[in-house]
């Protein structure tokens, strides 16, 4: 990598952290809604554009009112007729549309649009939870930690590929340093901000975001790859598109609820 290019990177990650870490500390729930309403649509517009759609066709509108729907209405989203009614929407749209040779299309940027969705109203919803201030930046920290140690063990370890044939850059050793990274992340921030939780819980936290992470990065990666792209637009100079940095959190994110709406109603 370019020293222009590298410090353009480091530019644009400081500033795209200290935005999440203001929104964090002076936002509350709503800012907080807002900022990743605006992740996440950037996110599904950059997807909806990788397979051709344009940013105001059908199934980009669609991503976005799913976005707002899941939010507003967590408890409907994954009803057995709201799922229905997704599937039937997008098997709709090219009758609508009169666009019948675009239902393969049509059905890949939908679903996408509709797991980009759930990601994000998980988002929110952790930030929502009980001591959800909490919740939310175990889950960051987390998710940052397997990040920044899957890259460094990777780099300096190397070994065998993970899924060359999706990822080449990816690493085994990397994929374990991730995990090693997000476990032991998790359990030094929840032992300090709030030990009155076992740190079995804060490890199982660890565990889950990083290894629902990795899994979240190579779909997107997948995706590209079908797509013919090497990353999913140019809207973070340095880095490429919104959803090359939020990958992972979007995947990880309904996992990360689930078990911490679990260890929070005492069924965990």
């Known amino acids: 990598m370019s020293i222009p290019m590298l410090k353009q990177r480091v530019v644009t990650a400081v500033i795209a952290g200290l935005v999440v870490l203001f929104v964090l500390l002076f936002g509350g729930l709503t800012g907080w809604r807002c900022l990743v309403w605006i992740a996440t649509l950037a996110g599904v517009l950059e997807f909806c554009q990788m397979f051709g759609q344009r940013w105001f066709d059908p199934a980009a509108w669609f991503g976005a009112i799913a976005i707002t729907l899941a939010d507003w209405f967590p408890k409907q989203a994954f009803h057995p007729f709201v799922l ?39 988002l929110i919803g952790l930030r929502a939870l009980p001591e959800g201030w909490f919740w939310i930046w175990l889950f960051l920290v987390a998710a940052w930690m397997s990040d920044t140690a899957a890259y460094f063990v990777g780099r300096l370890v190397q070994g065998p590929k993970l899924l060359p044939a999706i990822s080449p850059k990816k690493t085994v050793s990397g994929a374990l340093g991730g995990v090693a990274g997000a476990v032991v992340g998790a359990v030094v921030f929840g032992e300090i901000a709030d030990p009155r939780y076992s740190v079995w819980v804060f490890a ?10 990795q899994v979240g990065d190579l779909v997107e990666s997948a995706y590209k790859r079908a797509a013919g792209v090497k990353d999913s637009g140019r809207m973070l100079p340095g880095h490429g598109g919104v959803l090359d940095r939020i990958d992972s959190l979007l995947f990880a994110a309904p996992f990360a609820l689930w078990f911490i709406s679990g260890v929070l109603n005492g069924w965990m």
């Open 204 to 213: 199982a936290v660890g565990l889950l975001v990083a290894l629902t992470g």
């Open 84 to 122: 229905f009614l997704a599937v039937a929407v997008v098997f709709a749209l090219p009758v609508i549309t009169r666009r019948p040779n675009d239902l393969r299309t049509y059905a890949v940027t939908a679903f996408g649009a509709l797991y980009l969705a759930a990601g994000g109203a998980s």
